[in-house]
């Protein structure tokens, strides 16, 4: 029999944010630290990157190799966390498992939108498409 590995806390749920569009919360507290979800992704290769700029999932995906130039589509929620330059959450990309791992960065009120920063120190480099905050 397989192992279960359980890919995010439970209660998650989409909501619509007026400003933002699709967005993530949750009906339970997250405390900070938790893990919130692990997606898995579909890897795009530099040339995918490419032509994902010219598609609507150009707003969803996520750089993976800066310098390779690839990037990946997160299942799940994963790419539906909307940014914020104060975001209560985080993510870390793992190569091995090919998955996206989403974590509270600070205690998270049950309701309140669950964000993240677009934009890591590697990938400061890379504008924002949209106005932020």
């Known amino acids: 029999m397989p192992s279960i590995h359980l890919s995010q806390i439970d209660g998650l749920y989409l909501i619509h944010d007026d400003k933002l569009g699709r967005g993530v919360a949750c009906i339970h507290p997250i405390p900070k630290g938790s893990i919130i979800e692990s997606c898995p992704v579909i890897m795009l290769s530099s040339k995918d990157t490419k032509v994902i700029h010219n598609t609507k999932l150009h707003d969803f995906y996520f750089l993976w190799d800066t310098h390779l ?13 909307n940014h914020s330059k104060s975001p209560n959450a985080d993510y870390q990309l793992n190569d091995e498992t090919q998955e996206i791992q989403f974590f509270a960065i600070e205690d998270i009120v049950a309701g309140d939108q669950i964000f993240i920063n677009y934009q890591t120190l590697e990938q400061s480099e890379y504008p924002l498409w949209f106005d932020s905050e």
């Open 69 to 81: 130039k690839t990037s990946a589509i997160a299942l799940g929620y994963g790419s539906l966390y």
